[in-house]
């Protein structure tokens, strides 16, 4: 009898360690169809593989302020499935892309034109950084904090950023922290702060 427990917990430590390292390696979960087609939607042609909501680009003027334009699948529904989303980063002069992360993805990002400052940040909280010029590539690792900042006093810079997620999901650290309900002595505990410091972070993150 004891060697028949010892073979099944055995036997289930080898399943739960299979298991883990399935999760760990992989992405999105594997699909068992050419492509996902959303409940509501019956007759598919070449439109529903296309997305054309980046000729915002070439129709309007450079933003003012940090602008993030999605390809993921809550904007383009056929990336449903397929491992992949894109996104077009436009950094005014003096912009910043505050540190955030991507939970499901690593993202690898290509300067198209202009020049960043970028960086993240490992789980040693070792900081690496980067001067980019256009025609440079750098990627960020799944799930750790990172920024870019265009320090270029008279030059907009713009990337395009691509995910191994149909969904990779943002978390920005300030919006995080400061701009949801966890309460402020907490907050000014964690920052070895006081109150009215944190109020102050949070009345700043309100008002843009």
């Known amino acids: 009898m004891a060697s028949t427990t010892s073979s099944m917990k055995l036997l289930f430590l080898l399943l739960s360690s299979f298991a883990i390292v399935r999760m760990a390696l ?3 979960p594997d699909i ?12 598919v042609d070449g439109n529903f593989f296309t997305y054309t909501g980046m000729r915002i680009i070439a129709n309007e003027d450079f933003p003012t302020n940090f602008t993030v334009l999605k390809a993921s699948m809550v904007e383009f529904p056929a990336l449903n499935g397929q491992s992949v989303s894109y996104a077009v980063l436009e950094y005014p002069t003096g912009s910043v892309n505050p540190p955030h992360t991507h939970p499901r993805s690593a993202e690898l990002l290509f300067l198209v034109d202009g020049n960043l400052e970028v960086g993240f940040v490992d789980t ?4 690496f950084t980067q001067s980019l010029q256009a025609g440079d590539m750098f990627i960020f690792p799944k799930g750790l904090v990172h920024y870019q900042y265009n320090a270029d006093p008279k030059n907009p810079a ?19 922290l400061f701009a949801t309900n966890i309460d402020d002595t907490i907050l000014a505990k964690s920052f070895r702060t006081d109150v009215a410091t944190i109020q102050a972070l949070k009345s700043g993150l309100a008002s843009k």
């Open 26 to 28: 992989s992405g999105d």
């Open 32 to 43: 068992l169809t050419d492509f996902l087609v959303p409940p509501d939607q019956n007759n």
């Open 124 to 127: 040693t909280n070792k900081l």
């Open 158 to 176: 713009i990337a395009i950023s691509a995910f191994g997620s149909a969904n990779a999901g943002t978390v920005s650290a300030p919006k995080t």
